[in-house]
């Protein structure tokens, strides 16, 4: 019978939660993260989602977050919902990944379980570009080493600040328009939002590069990355399901199967 493991990617926008059955993704979900949602509120909507997909109960539970006041809520909502006790990707989980930076706690759990993920199935030097609330750039060497990287602030909160600062300019739609030059406000707008943040991030990945030296890929994840996939002169794939992976990995590296109480 497969073993089934419920996956949870708890980010500061969203809510990611996936089954795996044995080494299969075999669906995956997307919500928005609500602070003061409650466990029941969470157990509900998860398993309306679940319902169909599994048949049988969890064979475990990881938790990836960078939302501590959701992590009580999710730990509750996993046991009380599915019967098992969640593992949490905290330090002193074993991840594969040697954290050589000024002070490893500050690094958001997100980003090695992007590099977990990105090493394992390309090695280094790999440069992961994460498309969040913040747009993150993470390195990994060859030796499996996560040695820093950038924070620049995301697409969408950047484009927040404009329409809200200016009174005079209207909410448009976050879109690749047809010409870099507009001939009205709208496309004004989307050229200056899209193409000037291709550059921002087609800029530090130059730079980047130039300091590591013979990366290997530049893996772009999370929900705006396909946005800028067939644009961007660095990137040279789009996935949409790297943390998933590598909440699976961190978890077949740590744990056996095993059941919680209800």
């Given at each position: 019978m497969a073993s089934t493991l419920l996956v949870l990617d708890v980010g500061n926008t969203n809510v990611v939660l996936g089954i795996?059955?044995?080494?299969?993704?075999?669906?995956?979900?997307?919500?928005?993260?609500?602070?003061?949602?409650?466990?029941?509120?969470?157990?509900?909507?998860?398993?309306?989602?679940?319902?169909?997909?599994?048949?049988?109960?969890?064979d475990g539970a990881i938790i990836g977050s960078v939302v501590p006041p959701l992590n009580g809520p999710m730990a509750q909502m996993v046991r009380q919902y599915f019967g098992v006790?969640?593992?949490?990707?905290?330090?002193?989980?074993?991840?594969?990944?040697?954290?050589?930076?000024?002070?490893?706690?500050?690094?958001?759990?997100?980003?090695?379980?992007?590099?977990?993920?990105?090493?394992?199935?390309?090695?280094?030097?790999?440069?992961?570009?994460?498309?969040?609330?913040?747009?993150?750039?993470?390195?990994?060497?060859?030796?499996?080493?996560y040695v820093g990287g950038v924070i620049a602030p995301g697409l969408t909160i950047s484009s927040e600040a404009l329409f809200a600062r200016a009174a005079r300019l209207p909410r448009v739609d976050i879109r690749r328009p047809p010409t870099v030059i507009g001939t009205n406000t709208v496309v004004n707008m989307?050229?200056?939002?899209?193409?000037?943040?291709?550059?921002?991030?087609?800029?530090?990945?130059?730079?980047m590069k130039r300091e590591i030296g013979?990366?290997?890929?530049?893996?772009?994840?999370?929900?705006?990355?396909?946005?800028?996939?067939?644009?961007?002169?660095?990137?040279?794939?789009?996935?949409?399901?790297?943390?998933?992976?590598?909440?699976?990995?961190i978890h077949d590296r740590n744990l056996s199967p095993r059941r919680g109480k209800k």
């Open positions: 795996y059955q044995d080494d299969k993704l075999v669906s995956s979900w997307r919500l928005a993260t609500a602070r003061d949602r409650t466990a029941d509120e969470y157990g509900i909507l998860a398993r309306q989602l679940l319902n169909g997909v599994i048949l049988g109960p969890l006790e969640p593992v949490f990707v905290e330090p002193g989980i074993k991840t594969g990944i040697a954290i050589h930076v000024d002070n490893p706690q500050e690094v958001g759990a997100d980003r090695i379980i992007n590099c977990v993920a990105a090493f394992d199935e390309f090695g280094g030097p790999t440069i992961i570009v994460d498309f969040g609330t913040a747009t993150t750039f993470d390195v990994v060497t060859a030796n499996g080493e989307q050229s200056g939002i899209f193409f000037g943040y291709l550059s921002l991030v087609d800029g530090l990945l130059t730079r013979d990366v290997k890929r530049v893996i772009a994840t999370g929900g705006l990355a396909v946005l800028f996939k067939d644009d961007s002169e660095h990137i040279d794939l789009v996935d949409p399901e790297l943390t998933l992976k590598g909440l699976k990995i």
